[in-house]
Protein backbone atom coordinates (compact mmCIF):
# COMPACT_ATOMS: atom_id res chain seq x y z
CA UNK A 1 0.00 0.00 0.00
CA UNK A 2 1.42 3.45 -0.91
CA UNK A 3 1.66 6.08 1.88
CA UNK A 4 1.13 9.19 1.12
CA UNK A 5 2.27 12.36 2.94
CA UNK A 6 0.61 13.18 6.17
CA UNK A 7 -0.91 16.19 5.29
CA UNK A 8 -3.40 16.72 2.15
CA UNK A 9 -4.43 19.99 0.70
CA UNK A 10 -7.62 19.13 -1.19
CA UNK A 11 -8.82 20.89 -4.61
CA UNK A 12 -10.09 25.00 -3.90
CA UNK A 13 -13.99 24.75 -3.97
CA UNK A 14 -16.00 27.31 -5.11
CA UNK A 15 -15.73 29.75 -1.96
CA UNK A 16 -11.82 29.82 -2.57
CA UNK A 17 -10.81 27.25 0.21
CA UNK A 18 -8.93 24.12 0.39
CA UNK A 19 -10.07 21.22 2.85
CA UNK A 20 -6.89 20.57 4.74
CA UNK A 21 -6.84 16.87 6.28
CA UNK A 22 -3.74 15.41 8.72
CA UNK A 23 -3.70 11.87 8.70
CA UNK A 24 -6.58 11.39 7.42
CA UNK A 25 -8.77 13.84 9.45
CA UNK A 26 -10.17 16.74 8.33
CA UNK A 27 -8.39 19.55 10.56
CA UNK A 28 -9.89 22.73 8.73
CA UNK A 29 -10.34 24.85 5.53
CA UNK A 30 -7.28 27.17 4.30
CA UNK A 31 -7.42 29.94 2.28
CA UNK A 32 -3.96 31.12 1.99
CA UNK A 33 -1.02 28.77 2.32
CA UNK A 34 -0.27 31.16 5.54
CA UNK A 35 -3.35 29.05 6.88
CA UNK A 36 -1.98 25.47 5.72
CA UNK A 37 1.47 26.22 7.87
CA UNK A 38 -0.76 27.19 10.57
CA UNK A 39 -2.76 24.28 10.42
CA UNK A 40 0.35 22.21 10.06
CA UNK A 41 1.71 23.69 12.96
CA UNK A 42 -1.00 23.54 15.18
CA UNK A 43 -0.88 19.72 14.59
CA UNK A 44 2.41 19.56 15.46
CA UNK A 45 4.59 18.88 12.47
CA UNK A 46 7.27 21.33 11.37
CA UNK A 47 5.68 24.50 10.21
CA UNK A 48 8.30 26.51 8.14
CA UNK A 49 7.98 28.26 4.70
CA UNK A 50 9.82 25.43 2.91
CA UNK A 51 6.94 22.68 4.13
CA UNK A 52 5.00 23.90 1.81
CA UNK A 53 7.39 22.84 -1.00
CA UNK A 54 8.28 19.47 1.28
CA UNK A 55 6.12 16.16 -0.99
CA UNK A 56 6.98 14.41 1.70
CA UNK A 57 5.50 15.76 4.35
CA UNK A 58 2.25 18.01 1.98
CA UNK A 59 0.24 16.30 -1.06
CA UNK A 60 -1.15 19.33 -3.08
CA UNK A 61 -4.25 18.38 -4.89
CA UNK A 62 -5.71 20.19 -7.43
CA UNK A 63 -2.94 22.83 -7.52
CA UNK A 64 0.03 23.94 -5.62
CA UNK A 65 0.11 26.21 -2.55
CA UNK A 66 0.22 29.04 -4.50
CA UNK A 67 -3.63 27.94 -6.54
CA UNK A 68 -6.76 29.39 -4.88
CA UNK A 69 -10.06 29.62 -6.50
CA UNK A 70 -10.27 33.13 -5.31
CA UNK A 71 -8.74 35.59 -2.91
CA UNK A 72 -11.78 36.21 -1.03
CA UNK A 73 -14.00 34.72 0.71
CA UNK A 74 -17.19 35.70 2.79
CA UNK A 75 -17.55 35.78 6.82
CA UNK A 76 -20.38 34.81 8.40
CA UNK A 77 -21.69 38.49 8.55
CA UNK A 78 -21.83 38.90 4.64
CA UNK A 79 -18.87 40.70 4.40
CA UNK A 80 -15.57 39.99 2.09
CA UNK A 81 -12.09 39.29 3.61
CA UNK A 82 -8.93 39.40 1.17
CA UNK A 83 -7.24 36.27 1.80
CA UNK A 84 -4.92 36.50 -0.81
CA UNK A 85 -1.41 34.87 -0.30
CA UNK A 86 0.29 38.35 -0.72
CA UNK A 87 2.30 38.43 2.28
CA UNK A 88 0.21 41.05 3.71
CA UNK A 89 -2.37 38.52 6.27
CA UNK A 90 -4.01 41.48 7.60
CA UNK A 91 -7.28 39.93 6.36
CA UNK A 92 -9.07 43.38 6.01
CA UNK A 93 -12.75 43.00 5.48
CA UNK A 94 -14.31 44.81 2.79
CA UNK A 95 -18.05 46.01 1.98
CA UNK A 96 -19.98 43.35 0.32
CA UNK A 97 -20.89 44.14 -3.36
Not at 6 to 17: A, E, I, M, N
Not at 28 to 56: C, I, K, M, N, Q
Not at 66 to 73: C, E, L
Amino acid sequence: MDKHPPVVVHPPSDDGGRRVTIEDEQVGTAYSFFDVLDLVHGAGLPGEDRAVDDPDLIEWRGGGPYDWADSVRRDADGSETDDSADGDDDRTPREPG
